[in-house]
């Protein structure tokens, strides 16, 4: 290498090795017959695609200069993704985590186990945690599961029974719908003499349609147009 970063670019090359090497990425195998080994290319960020896990035999040639004195003639057997590969994106996205946080409290959801008891030990060795084990709340949310029919949700009854006792409705019955066709708001339908206008105090207006709001954006996108109904000004 002639570029005058050629000393960067090798120090790349060894810490894509390494990462290779750390994360079990290939075997130095023999070539079986009939089999065409792949180019070795390399870019990209570090890891990006060092842990999609490969559902099928791919052989590579070794690195050009980096190949194992005394073993120039053996390829690489993958053993799991690497950068350049049609199966990169596809394996990468195999398997995935998410991780959301809430002031000090963490809650972890996974597809795959392993990875989810890898990221809980990793956390835990860097910082001091407390493993609450699996999660039923979540800031007020319930979240409910029903293993026999594969069904995992979330629920805000406790919150949402909590709004209807605070603007004093919680005997009503409820609707085939949150809002049915031809449902119409307007200034007609405001407090027109004192005795009205108490009444409308118990059931502050913007609060509640606030507390709706509220269900909508976390688990009760149903409500949405009946929301964007009443938060508008009546004409």
């Keep these: ?131 609450m084990g699996e999660a039923n709340y979540v800031i007020g949310i319930e979240i409910f599961r029903d293993r026999s029919r594969g069904v995992l949700g979330l629920s805000q009854k406790g919150y949402i029974d909590r709004v209807l006792e605070r603007f004093n409705m919680q005997s009503c019955s409820s609707g085939i719908a949150p809002i049915l066709k031809g449902d119409k708001l307007s200034k007609m339908q405001c407090p027109r003499n004192n005795i009205e206008r108490e009444q409308m105090k118990k059931i502050p207006y913007a609060s509640a349609v606030g507390s709706l709001m509220y269900a909508q954006t976390c688990t009760r996108p149903d409500i949405d147009f009946l929301c964007r109904h009443v938060r508008k000004i009546p004409k």
């Design 1 to 131: 290498m002639e570029s005058d970063d050629s000393s960067k670019w090798m120090e790349a090359m060894n810490e894509e090795l390494k990462s290779m090497a750390h994360n079990g990425v290939r075997d130095l195998i023999e070539l079986p017959n009939n089999c065409k080994p792949v180019g070795f290319t390399s870019n990209g960020c570090e890891n990006a695609f060092l842990n999609g896990n490969l559902d099928e035999d791919i052989y590579m040639e070794q690195p050009e200069g980096f190949a194992k004195k005394g073993n120039e003639h053996l390829v690489c057997k993958l053993k799991k993704s690497i950068y350049g590969l049609k199966q990169a994106s596809r394996q990468c996205g195999s398997k995935f985590i998410f991780l959301i946080l809430y002031v000090d409290d963490i809650l972890l959801a996974s597809s795959d186990l392993g990875l989810l008891r890898e990221t809980k030990e990793y956390l835990s060795k860097n910082f001091h945690m407390v493993d």
